[in-house]
Every structure is written in structure tokens, then in C-alpha cells.
């Protein structure tokens, strides 16, 4: 509809399996747009809290081999909170850049 990123609201969770050379278990939410749209979306990362009536962030592009699901959650926004422990990849499961967090020296400048 023009927007990159939707609000929706949870309706219902629950577990698919992918398509033949495949093998999973992956979640996906039924969604109730602000639109009046509704929609499939896949739960990217390991882990969530979500459950009915929770808010989530909408964008395009869901998973490849789960027929029938286009779009993703955001992860780090609204109630779908972020993937704990991530250090990795951090932007797409929603962790803050952590500054205090010691960095490697060189090998030259190592203490033995």
C-alpha cells in the first residue's frame, strides 16, 4: 500500500513446516493490520514472548520456503522484543550496539 512498515496486531500464533527439501518449525503470526488488512507474517530469531492482542511492526518479505507467508515482524520494536545474547548480526534481531564491551587488540599488542 506504499508504506514500508505497517502496525498490526497479533490474532493468532502458531507453527508451520516448510516446503519439501525442507525441514523445520517455524513461527508465524496471523496479523490484523491498521489497515483493516490481514496478513501472515513470519516471527524471525530464536524465541518470543508474543501472544494475542500483542502490537508488532509489519515489513515485506517473509520466508522463502513457507508458502502463503510474504511479510516479517520487526524484531526490537513494539512488544516483539529483541533475540537475547546476539552479538552478530545484531540489526536484524534488534540489539543496541553495546560500546562498553572490551575490544580485541592486535597480536602485537597483547599481553602475554
Given at each position: 500500500?506504499g508504506?514500508?512498515?505497517?502496525?498490526?496486531?497479533v490474532m493468532?500464533?502458531r507453527?508451520?513446516?516448510?516446503?519439501?527439501p525442507n525441514?523445520?518449525?517455524?513461527?508465524?503470526?496471523?496479523?490484523i493490520?491498521i489497515?483493516?488488512?490481514?496478513?501472515?507474517?513470519?516471527?524471525?530469531?530464536?524465541?518470543?514472548t508474543?501472544r494475542?492482542?500483542s502490537?508488532?511492526?509489519v515489513r515485506g518479505?517473509?520466508?522463502?520456503?513457507?508458502p502463503g507467508?510474504?511479510?516479517s515482524?520487526?524484531?526490537?520494536?513494539?512488544d516483539?522484543?529483541?533475540v537475547?545474547?546476539?552479538t552478530?548480526?545484531?540489526?536484524?534481531?534488534g540489539i543496541?550496539?553495546?560500546n562498553?564491551k572490551?575490544r580485541?587488540l592486535r597480536?602485537?599488542?597483547?599481553k602475554?
Open positions: 500500500m508504506n514500508p512498515q505497517v502496525r498490526g496486531t493468532r500464533i507453527i508451520c513446516t516448510p516446503k519439501k525441514s523445520a518449525r517455524r513461527p508465524v503470526a496471523k496479523l493490520l489497515n483493516k488488512r490481514f496478513v501472515v507474517a513470519h516471527l524471525p530469531g530464536i524465541g518470543h508474543l494475542k492482542h502490537a508488532v511492526l518479505g517473509g520466508a522463502r520456503d513457507l507467508v510474504r511479510h515482524c520487526i524484531r526490537g520494536v513494539k516483539f522484543g529483541p537475547l545474547n546476539r552478530k548480526r545484531r540489526s536484524i534481531y543496541k550496539f553495546l562498553n572490551p580485541k597480536r602485537k599488542y597483547r602475554i
